[in-house]
């Protein structure tokens, strides 16, 4: 199994919240032990913490990089206005693309397994009659404020004096339970801006679902529902469209709303269901629609 930043976090939160010291039920006897895990979960944690205002066009630059490697051209970003949360700030940014069907997934695919969080918060495919993708994708990029809770320092190691071995375990304990209490913070807050129904999945469902010969027009996905415009070669198959969408994990209340017997031309509108498991690999879908 892949691990990505999810399991990152679930691990890092899980093991921070619960008891007063980590590994105390693993028997990890001394000090020094405990130090090393809590520098190996800080260490996971600040790979997947917010990134500051400033380093925004570093991220920018990263998703632009994952475009062209995967053959899909930037023609535009467009900043919009950023909203300022008491624990993080977020700016929406909205990339205008171009490139074919699997270039397109393969980049949402790698987007989402970027290290800082982010969402896609509105996605809107159309195809050219070239059979190019024309893109619209806004992305939600989290960065943190003066409030987001900060890492947490290492713990200085007091003076040692003569006959006070006690109150110097004691004081080295409470430091630890002070990061430990810093990292959680970090973790959780990360790990509830992380999207929990990447969008590459619900791409997968939808073309996964498509009966052969149906092809897509126009595909949007937002933060509550999606919508799949195509054409089909009958009624018939629209209706087993919509069967097979019903059945994925991801999606639910899949309604036509449209479709023309005369043209075959469909509308089918669906709902997220964002407590799902994961949907899967739409690759073998994308080659025999393509």
Known sequence: MR??????LAFATASLIGGTCLAADNGAGDLADLQKQLDALQKAVDNCKLP?????????????????ANSVQTTRIRAERADYKREYGQQPVVFSMTGDFRGMYGFLQ????????????HLDWSKTPDGQLNARITFNLFFATETTPAAAPAPSQPRRLPHDDDADLVDQ????QDKQKSIAQ??????????????????????????RGTSLVELRVDSEGASAKG??????????????LSNENVLRDVRVKQSNGATHEFQIDMNLNSASPLGRDATAALEANK
Do not use: Y
């Not at 920018?60 to 994952?66: A, D, G, K, M, Q």
């Not at 790698?110 to 982010?118: D, H, S, W």
């Open 3 to 8: 691990v990505t930043k999810r399991h990152i």
């Open 52 to 68: 500051q205002a400033k380093e925004l066009d570093q991220v920018l630059r990263e998703i632009s990089n994952v475009g062209v």
């Open 110 to 121: 790698q987007v989402e397994k970027l290290a800082r969080p982010l969402r896609i918060t």
């Open 173 to 176: 304990l409470q430091a630890m």
């Open 186 to 211: 970090q973790a959780q807050l990360t790990a509830a801006l992380t999207e929990k129904l990447p969008r590459s999945a619900i791409v997968a469902s939808i073309i996964d679902a498509m009966p």
């Open 231 to 244: 054409n089909a070669k009958d009624d018939e198959q629209v209706k087993q469209f919509a069967a097979k």
